[in-house]
Nanobody, 113 residues
Framework: QVQLVESGGGAVQPGGSLRLSCAAASGTTFGIYIVGWYRQAAPGKVREPVAVISQSGNTNYADSVKGRFIIDRDNAKNMVYLQMNSLKPEDTGVYYC?????WGQGTQVTVSS
């Protein structure tokens, strides 16, 4: 099973930017997996898809983040990224990287003035 580690979360003001990173364990052929970023707004709420990237680099986004977020990947480095721009308070939550049936531990993003 793929092992994933997220990083890059933090607290920002509305309109700010963050770049999240998802690293797969060394030895993983990350490039063969579809990878997604998911957000859980609060404990007990559903973990919702934010952005997904295919093995070939095709992307899909939730309507709420289209035009603001960009998902990309570097298979040589076993990394997937989520560039988040023009952040809004409703983007707040724990962001998880998911792939191959595995999840990372999550990274907290807080957007507040």
């Amino acid at each position: 099973q793929v092992q994933l580690v997220e990083s890059g979360g933090g607290a920002v003001q509305p309109g700010g930017s963050l770049r999240l990173s998802c690293a797969a364990a060394s030895g993983t052929t990350f490039g063969i997996y579809i990878v997604g970023w998911y957000r859980q707004a609060a404990p007990g709420k559903v973990r919702e898809p934010v952005a997904v990237i295919s093995q070939s680099g095709n992307t899909n986004y939730a309507d709420s983040v289209k035009g603001r977020f960009i998902i990309d990947r570097d298979n040589a480095k076993n990394m997937v990224y989520l560039q988040m721009n023009s952040l809004k308070p409703e983007d707040t939550g724990v962001y998880y990287c998911g792939s191959g049936g595995a999840w990372g531990q999550g990274t907290q993003v807080t957007v507040s003035s």
